[in-house]
């Protein structure tokens, strides 16, 4: 979800060297090291309670979209899981659970979340670009504005299909790709011009983090190219009367007419062979 204020310009490039993602998960690391207290304060009255098992800024409830389904007996994996409400949630519904966060700071609230309804809930800190499980370890890896935002697509979708098994599902809610363009950096607000190229559309460089983005295409064009088919592409439009604290009333607005965020659903192929690591053609030599 949006983290902070953004004030000055993105940059929208195409990195050419490994390092560059690493520079990514870097300087995201030390935002969620640092942000994440002032994040749980902000919203953790949205994110909990009968509000866990919702979907992105307008906390659509997963029982109206059913983009994971039934999750008893599954193995399901969150990527970026913060204090871990919807991994609780999943856990109590019967899945086995690993919450998985970049942030060791955002794992503490985690922690204290799982000490406080006694799960022992498996907690792991790494980033999604390279994930620390095997091959075909889980039926259902999906996140909630967590890992997919803040990683390199070419990176975290082959190791979505790495570990997921042959008919698994991948859902993840995010930025549409459509909101960068209308974004005015000067005054943080969505405007009705379009300010940014569509083509191209990456690595987008903020003060505090580093979020990536593809085209619609792109998108598509990638999930094939890793054995998924695209099953549901939810672009969320809220009514008039629902506000999310994660925006100005102005964007919530904006949000009303144009789409500001999406939520994919894809499943891997049954016939699709896992690599041992990410195959995915990388759009710059990986080093
Ligand atoms: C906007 S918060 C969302 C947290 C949680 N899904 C929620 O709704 O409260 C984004 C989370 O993604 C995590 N994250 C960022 N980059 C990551 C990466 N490369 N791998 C794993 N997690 C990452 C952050 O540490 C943070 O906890």
Redesign the pocket.
């Known amino acids: 979800?949006p983290?902070t204020a953004r004030t000055r310009s993105p940059t929208v490039r195409v990195p050419k060297r490994r390092e560059e993602t690493q520079s990514a998960?870097r300087k995201?690391?030390e935002f969620?090291e640092k942000g994440?207290a002032a994040?749980e304060r902000r919203?953790r009255r949205v994110?909990g309670g009968r509000r866990a098992k919702a979907w992105g800024l307008w906390r659509v409830p997963e029982r109206e979209l059913g983009l994971l389904g039934p999750v008893k007996g599954q193995d399901v994996l969150?990527?970026?899981?913060?204090?871990a409400?919807?991994s609780l949630a999943l856990e109590a519904e019967g899945a086995s659970v690993v919450g998985?966060?970049?942030?060791r700071a955002?794992l503490g609230y985690a922690r204290r979340e799982r000490a406080r309804l006694h799960s022992h809930l498996p907690l792991v800190q790494?980033?999604?670009?390279r994930l620390p499980f095997g091959e075909a370890r889980f039926d259902l890896v999906f996140?909630?504005?967590?890992?997919m935002?803040?990683?390199d697509p070419y990176r975290s979708v082959p190791e979505c299909a790495r570990v997921l098994r042959p008919g698994g599902i991948l859902a993840f809610s995010t930025a549409s790709p459509i909101r960068h363009l209308a974004y005015d950096p000067r005054t943080d607000r969505q405007t009705r011009t379009l300010r940014h190229e569509y083509f191209g559309q990456h690595r987008l460089e903020f003060p505090d983090t580093i979020d990536f983005q593809l085209t619609y295409g792109k998108w598509v064009e990638l999930f094939l190219e890793n054995g998924f088919s695209v099953e549901r592409l939810y672009e969320t439009r809220p009514s008039p009367r629902v506000r999310t604290p994660y925006l100005s009333s102005h964007d919530n607005a904006w949000g009303r007419r144009w789409p500001l965020e999406c939520i994919w659903r894809v499943r891997k192929g049954a016939g699709h062979r896992t690599s041992a690591r990410p195959h995915s053609r990388l759009p710059y030599p990986d080093q």
């Open positions: 979800m983290t998960a995201n690391l969620w994440s994040y919203n994110l969150e990527l970026g899981c913060g204090a409400r919807w998985f966060d970049l942030s955002h790494g980033s999604a670009e996140c909630d504005w967590g890992a935002t803040f990683c």
